[in-house]
């Protein structure tokens, strides 16, 4: 089923939609889930994308429903590794990411605007890199892929992935600066 099918059964509110989802995108969904969380947990978090799917469409209408549920997942993994991480514990590279991203753009100075206004930033950013290093960022911050499998995927010394990085975070947050959302 494609995706504007699957959200048409979202906004005529079938519960098949759910379902749909599952057959779609579940094996992806449980592995991005699981680069952040224990099994168990990834799970639970898989589960509440779903519902916070059911309850977000409408009124949005995503074109690309895949990444739609990524962005509903990824902060809801994040939410629970900060619950984790207060109570002492969580994954240490989806920290080492986390950690990463507060230094470019730390929590604090971005309350300001809504998660849709920061994506849109950064996707405008993301499009003033050359292509591998905008690649290398996302594959980074979003899927929070390690350092070396990016290395990897680009035949690349770690290092090098890490010195471009780096850099990305840099201007990114010089990017965001004069955009007016760091001080």
Do not use: Q
Not at 11 to 19: G, K, L, M
Not at 37 to 47: F, G, I, K, M, Q
Not at 103 to 125: C, G, H, I, K, Q
């Amino acid at each position: 089923m494609e995706d504007r099918e699957i959200v048409e059964l979202y906004w005529r509110r079938d519960e098949r939609a759910i379902e749909e989802c599952r057959r779609a995108f579940g094996a992806f969904l449980a592995a991005f889930s699981e680069r952040f969380l224990d099994a168990r947990d990834a799970e639970e978090c898989v589960s509440d994308a779903y519902l916070r799917a059911w309850n977000a469409i409408p009124p949005d209408r995503p074109d690309n429903l895949r990444a739609y549920l990524a962005r509903i997942l990824r902060n809801l993994c994040i939410d629970r590794l900060r619950r984790a991480r207060a109570e002492k514990r969580g994954g240490k590279e989806a920290w080492d990411v986390l950690d990463e991203l507060d230094a470019a753009a730390p929590d604090e100075a971005l309350e300001r605007v809504t998660a849709e206004e920061l994506s849109a930033y950064v996707n405008r950013f993301v499009r003033t890199l050359p292509r591998r290093d905008g690649d290398i960022l996302i594959r980074r911050c979003f899927w929070c892929e390690s350092v070396g499998d990016i290395a990897k995927r680009y035949a690349m010394h770690p290092n090098a992935v890490s010195v471009s990085l780096s850099r990305s975070r840099k201007r990114l947050a010089e990017y965001l600066r004069k955009e007016g959302l760091l001080e």
